[in-house]
Every structure is written in C-alpha cells, then in structure tokens.
T-cell receptor, first 113, second 112 residues
Framework: GENVEQHPSTLSVQEGDSAVIKCTYS??????FPWYKQELGKGPQLIID?????GEKKDQRIAVTLNKTAKHFSLHITETQPEDSAVYFC????????????FGRGTSLIVHP | EAQVTQNPRYLITVTGKKLTVTCSQNMNHEYMSWYRQDPGLGLRQIYY???????DKGDVPEGYKVSRKEKRNFPLILESPSPNQTSLYFC???????????FGNGTRLTVT
C-alpha cells in the first residue's frame, strides 16, 4: 500500500521567516495531495491541495509544490505568523481503487513572536 | 453551516462496556470515514463508507464496527472496548476519493 513520509516532525521558526515541510510518497498512482492544519482541540482542516496534473499551487502565503518524478511534495509558508502555529499533515490518495488516503505523521510548527 | 458533528467530545469507559460514537454531516457527502489519531502515528483510517449500506475496512479496523443506514450518519461502535483503543477519534466526510476531507472536532476516548 501507499506509504507517506513527512519531515520534519517539529519545526521552530521566528515570526516572519519561511517554513517548509516535505513529504514523500511511494505509490506512483497517487494523484491527489492535500495538506491539513490541525489546531489544538480541533479536527484537521484543509489549507491547500494539489492534483498530479499540476506542479505548483499558491494561495496567499501558502504554496504547495509537487515533483511526480521524485514522488515528493512540499508545503511552503512565507512570512509566518504566530497563528500559523499548529500541526500540519500531508496526505496522498488515489482516485481509483479503495478509499484509504494515507497521511504523514504530522509536523508541529511553532512560530515564535 | 457545513459541518461534521460527532458526539461525545470526551468519553471515559471501562474495558468491555459497549459504546457508540455518533457522527453526522449536513453536506450530503457520499463518503464518510473514521480515523484514530495517536501520538507519533498520525491519522489512521479505521473504516470508510462510499454510500448507504456500503462500508469497508481501513488500515486499523480490528475491534471496531460501523454502519451506514442513512447518508448523513456514520456511527462508530466499539462492542468490547480495550485499553489499546484509548485514542482521539475523528469522523470525516468528503465528496469523493480525491476531494478534501471535512473533519469533526474529535472524540477523546479513554478505556480503563
């Protein structure tokens, strides 16, 4: 089955710096790659996603890049703010077959004021 | 407001006492699923459902049951809970396999 590795597990940055979280996946058939943000006491919430026919997607301070050849995708957050502090999860899924999206183990991002 | 509602938020029980965690969505989504979240392990899928009366196992189904009698509801049943099922549980729904998941706010279960 699919395996998703996520790094780093913890990331500490100063306010205003950029943060990058990387994920690799094993199944070349995976074609949908969402990123979720989980704040304390809440469920994960989608912040951005990308499909395999696109190499990059941007939404204000957040961007995701996908390298299908190398089977990795990354989340980029620019001009970080304290409210960006949360746990971030990447995931990979295949449009066909069983419905079992595979998640990375999460990255705890801490933004220091 | 579009949302996934799960209850209860917190639950403490004893080994062997059957319990049900309810989940309801108001977005008319066909896909619903249950996840457990454990420290260092991320989110692992327990069961999913692609439509009414259609359910299938996820990665960690042992010790759990589900049912999908109505499109909006997808309860998680623990017939005989054990301490290793102590975890944070999330229900989620989506339009389809390659669409974003909408998560509930979680149920923290403790089995003593």
């Amino acid at each position: 089955g699919e395996n998703v590795e996520q790094h780093p597990s913890t990331l500490s940055v100063q306010e205003g710096d950029s943060a990058v979280i990387k994920c690799t996946y094993s199944d070349s058939a995976s074609n949908y790659f969402p990123w979720y943000k989980q704040e304390l006491g809440k469920g994960p919430q989608l912040i951005i996603d990308i499909r395999s026919n696109v190499g990059e997607k941007k939404d204000q301070r957040i961007a995701v890049t996908l390298n299908k050849t190398a089977k990795h995708f990354s989340l980029h957050i620019t001009e970080t703010q304290p409210e960006d502090s949360a746990v971030y999860f990447c995931a990979a899924s295949i449009s066909g077959g069983s419905y079992i999206p595979t998640f990375g183990r999460g990255t705890s991002l801490i933004v220091h004021p | 407001e579009a949302q996934v509602t799960q209850n209860p938020r917190y639950l403490i029980t004893v080994t062997g006492k059957k319990l049900t965690v309810t989940c309801s969505q108001n977005m008319n989504h066909e896909y619903m699923s249950w996840y457990r979240q454990d420290p260092g392990l991320g989110l692992r899928q327990i069961y999913y459902s692609m439509n009414v009366e259609v359910t299938d196992k996820g990665d960690v189904p042992e010790g759990y049951k589900v049912s999908r009698k109505e499109k909006r509801n997808f309860p998680l049943i623990l017939e005989s809970p054990s301490p290793n099922q102590t975890s944070l549980y999330f229900c989620a729904s989506s339009l389809g396999k390659s669409y974003p998941l909408h998560f509930g706010n979680g149920t923290r279960l403790t089995v003593t």
